[in-house]
């Protein structure tokens, strides 16, 4: 890739591009700890499609919802570190992220196939499926940015190794 398209922004390098995506993640993880706070305060997760819905708020929530706090917030440090290593051309700090948005859209694929299979009955779960299942395209395709870039700082990175015979 040579430009990445961001959920707001269209980049004509996959530098601009990579750091967009670093923001979009900050941003969905810093909404999604906010909302698991707010579940685990007692606040509402009573719809079949939300994160946190068959969990038990005096039990399983406290460590369903503990997991995915310490989750989102090594995502947003990977974010960081991320705009950091595409700012000083450094492809260790890139690969964290890297490494974390693949886990994190598998997580999302697990989820949406789960909840179709649990809840395969209500017509509206094909909905929330397929809007899963596009958040998680929405990753991968934030993932093929920023590993283009990393990319580029490979090829730049390499040495011109010539064999004299």
Not at 41 to 49: A, L, N, P, T, V
Not at 67 to 82: D, G, K, N, R, T
Not at 100 to 114: E, P
Request: net charge negative.
């Amino acid at each position: 890739m040579k430009n990445c398209w961001s959920p707001w922004y269209y980049y004509d390098n996959t530098e601009g591009g990579s750091k967009a995506c670093a923001a979009t993640t900050i941003f969905f993880s810093t909404f999604s700890i906010i909302y698991i706070s707010y579940c685990l305060d007692g606040g509402d997760s009573s719809q079949f499609f939300l994160p946190l819905f068959e969990t038990d708020v005096d039990t399983t929530m406290k460590h369903a919802g503990g997991f995915m706090i310490v989750f989102y917030l090594c995502y947003i440090v990977v974010s960081i570190l991320m705009i950091f290593g595409v700012n000083l051309d450094h492809r260790g700090l890139i690969l964290p992220w890297l490494t974390q948005n693949m886990i994190y859209s598998l997580m999302i694929i697990a989820f949406a196939l789960w909840l179709q299979a649990s809840y395969y009955h209500f017509l509206l779960s094909v909905l929330w499926t397929c809007i899963y299942l596009l958040f998680a395209a929405v990753h991968i395709y934030m993932y093929r940015c920023v590993k283009s870039q990393y990319e580029l700082i490979k090829q730049s990175q390499a040495p011109n190794i010539v064999q004299l015979y």
